[in-house]
């Protein structure tokens, strides 16, 4: 399992999801320790279930690798829109506001709607910009998927940046124009890497549309194409390259190098733009990488249309490799994992290019983060402030009694000014009184922001769901019948309540007095439980059956011991700390839904870490 230190990258494509987690070394060398990835059918006619596909792609990875934490993810060029500007020369301190313009100018949607980044480019003496957007509702969706397997988001980062910064790390001394064509499932990303100088673009041809033509060409369902290609295809070559082929074997070679050529005649129109819109220079070299790259005769084939050499893209010179990896695997797979080196050199600092699309929710997550230091130490800087008011005022009105005893003759001239003095502090004690409210108030606040975060984390399968959260007050989970106890702090009608009116109940707890001189007295109950409704899923893909619902509970516990959490599961009784069953958190849990129902409900009471007042 990945320590905290540990950098998690995920590369998110059309047709495969991989993910690796890297190490620093203490001479500072990056250290693949795990890799791994999941296939995914890349048919046109199953888009509809894309999201959920790569949902359970990730899932699976997450489960064999055994990571948890923060993650960096790279996205697809297909799902971005990149543009190349060109700056005029001016101060940095005007870039922001220029950059801001020409991205309003080239962004086909409202800023508004989009997510987007960029990065300046020092081209030839020049300045250039590569602005990246994607639809905040596309982002979110995508990060949904990312974020429902348990994993948090560190960073955004788009598959072409990430592949140019492990290009640029593998190959540190290549001084010569280069072009690395990345063949995807939908589409190919083309590099154009020369020095400092970068510019990249899509092509609307990949492994699919290879796939697609086998199953026009032959009649045959998309996924038989898509095993015809991967276990019986290869690209027919010039000068009578079939003739030594079975006929079966020699039509379907021929028909991929017809879908192959497209992509191939696409390549020099963008060189053309590259050289005449860009000022850059033509390719003296070509790198192949991307799972598209894996037909036999692939190489030969390009070097024969563009008449380059051409080898396979290898990231691995840019990093080292742990014990525990198969050596073997990453040689037969190294031109596809250009994308997890590059996100890999993100976590560790030593990337060119750094494009991090933020989420709404990592935004808002990330700005709350921020606030925090500035909320305690303006919350310090109060009480100290209160203090040393209160200390110079006790003293003012200790020299005022010393004043008064000495000077009795003048105690009439010297009356008024105590009397203002003892107003000052009754004021100033109403002064704290409002400001502890006031901060009990937002930690209380951020309190219950972190804990939902937490849930969330905990609760992120497909398999569960939480219908009702409910802060409860008074619960004893050592009682004769704990789940009486539990007294809701939210009226059950709340919702229909009349403006005006409260919405909360009023929960009270017994104080014990000490005689006749101190009664027993009630006060108000802080929240000190979260009770949690919901259901679990009753269908044959959920293979943990109503176990499902210990296992989250499971997670949470695990991120008790480590600290740091919202929720406790072990209380104080007569002196000693004693560790709650799960048959006290889980006083709900049908065993046997009845057959036909397609879900069972399920309650968890959840002490909290530290009681929460509310009123």
């Given at each position: 399992?990945?320590?905290q230190?540990?950098t998690?990258t995920?590369n998110i ?6 993910a ?7 001479s500072g ?5 795990a890799y791994?990835d ?30 948890k934490g ?7 060029g297909?799902s ?11 101060d940095?301190d ?9 991205a ?10 989009v997510?987007?980044d960029?990065?300046i ?10 602005i990246?957007?994607i639809?905040?509702d596309?982002?979110e969706?995508v990060n949904d ?6 994993l948090?988001?560190?960073?955004v ?11 640029r ?5 290549e ?10 499932a939908?589409t190919?990303?083309?590099?154009y ?5 970068f ?10 549309a290879?796939t ?14 898509e ?13 009578g ?7 079966a ?9 017809n879908a192959?050529?497209?992509l ?5 129109r963008?060189?053309?733009y590259?050289?005449s819109?860009?000022g850059g ?5 070509v790198?192949l990488a991307g799972?598209?790259?894996n037909?036999?005769?692939a190489?030969?084939?390009f ?12 990231p691995?010179p840019?990093?080292?490799?742990g014990?525990g990896?198969d050596?073997?695997r ?7 994992m250009?994308e997890l080196?590059?996100?890999?050199l993100?976590g ?30 303006g ?13 110079f005022?006790?003293?003012a ?10 000077l009795k ?6 009356g ?14 109403k002064?704290k ?5 006031y ?9 219950w922001?972190?804990?939902y975060?937490e849930?969330?984390n905990?609760?992120a ?5 939480i ?8 619960y004893?989970p050592?009682a004769e019948k704990?789940l009486?106890?539990?007294k809701?702090?939210v009226k ?20 014990k ?9 009630k ?23 109503q ?8 997670k949470?516990?695990?991120?008790a011991?480590?600290?740091?959490s ?6 104080e ?15 709900k849990?049908?065993?046997?839904p009845a ?7 399920f309650e968890?009471i ?10």
């Amino acid at each position: 399992m990945a320590d905290q230190s540990s950098t998690i990258t995920l590369n998110i494509g059309t047709q495969r999801v991989a993910a690796a987690v890297f190490d620093s070394s203490k001479s500072g060398a990056l250290v693949l320790k795990a890799y791994d990835d999941e296939k995914i059918l890349a048919d046109p006619a199953t888009d509809a279930a894309r999201v959920m596909q790569i949902r359970s792609a990730i899932s699976e990875l997450v489960g064999r690798i055994g990571v948890k934490g923060k993650v960096r993810y790279a996205i697809s060029g297909q799902s971005v829109f990149i543009r190349f500007v060109k700056l005029p020369p001016l101060d940095d301190d005007n870039i922001e506001q220029l950059v801001t313009f020409e991205a309003q100018q080239h962004v086909p949607f409202p800023l508004e709607e989009v997510v987007w980044d960029y990065e300046i480019l020092e081209a030839g003496g020049e300045k250039e910009v590569v602005i990246v957007a994607i639809k905040g509702d596309a982002l979110e969706e995508v990060n949904d998927s990312v974020n429902e397997t348990g994993l948090g988001t560190a960073e955004v980062d788009v598959a072409p940046m990430a592949l140019y910064n492990a290009f640029r790390a593998a190959y540190p001394d290549e001084a010569e124009p280069v072009l690395l064509i990345d063949v995807g499932a939908k589409t190919s990303d083309l590099l154009y890497i020369e020095g400092n100088r970068f510019f990249t673009r899509s092509a609307n041809v990949g492994g699919a549309a290879v796939t697609t033509a086998i199953a026009k060409e032959f009649d045959v369902p998309f996924s038989e194409a898509e095993v015809h290609k991967t276990q019986n295809g290869l690209v027919a070559l010039g000068g009578g390259h079939t003739e030594q082929l079975d006929e079966a074997t020699a039509a379907l070679a021929m028909c991929i190098r017809n879908a192959m050529t497209r992509l191939a005649t696409e390549i020099p129109r963008t060189t053309n733009y590259y050289r005449s819109q860009h000022g850059g220079s033509a390719p003296k070299k070509v790198f192949l990488a991307g799972g598209g790259a894996n037909l036999p005769y692939a190489k030969e084939f390009f070097e024969e249309k563009l008449r380059l050499p051409v080898e396979y893209f290898n990231p691995l010179p840019a990093i080292s490799v742990g014990s525990g990896v198969d050596t073997d695997r990453l040689s037969k797979e190294a031109h596809t994992m250009g994308e997890l080196v590059g996100l890999g050199l993100r976590g560790s600092g030593r990337s060119k290019l750094n494009i991090d699309l933020v989420p709404a929710k990592v935004g808002e997550a990330r700005a709350a983060e921020k606030r925090k230091p500035f909320l305690l130490a303006g919350a310090a800087l109060l009480m100290l402030g209160a203090l040393a008011g209160g200390v110079f005022k006790w003293q003012a009105a200790n020299t005022a009694r010393e004043q008064a005893d000495a000077l009795k003759g003048q105690a009439d001239k010297l009356g008024g000014p105590a009397q203002g003095i003892e107003s000052q502090l009754k004021k100033e004690e109403k002064l704290k009184e409002v400001a502890s409210i006031y901060i009990d108030a937002e930690r209380g606040r951020v309190f219950w922001l972190d804990a939902y975060s937490e849930l969330a984390n905990a609760f992120a399968s497909e398999f569960v769901w939480i219908t009702d959260m409910d802060p409860v007050a008074a619960y004893d989970p050592f009682a004769e019948k704990p789940l009486e106890t539990a007294k809701s702090v939210v009226k059950r009608d709340f919702a229909r309540q009349t403006y005006g009116n409260e919405g909360l109940e009023d929960v009270t707890i017994t104080i014990k007095g000490q005689g006749r001189r101190d009664p027993d007295r009630k006060v108000a109950a802080p929240v000190n439980a979260v009770r949690l409704k919901g259901f679990w899923l009753n269908s044959k893909s959920n293979t943990r059956g109503q176990n499902v619902v210990y296992d989250l509970l499971a997670k949470l516990k695990e991120n008790a011991k480590e600290g740091g959490s919202h929720f406790k599961f072990s209380l104080e009784r007569d002196g000693k700390e004693v560790a709650l069953e799960n048959s006290q958190l889980v006083p709900k849990n049908d065993a046997a839904p009845a057959e036909g129902e397609y879900a069972a409900a399920f309650e968890l009471i959840l002490p909290l870490s530290e009681p929460v007042p509310y009123q």
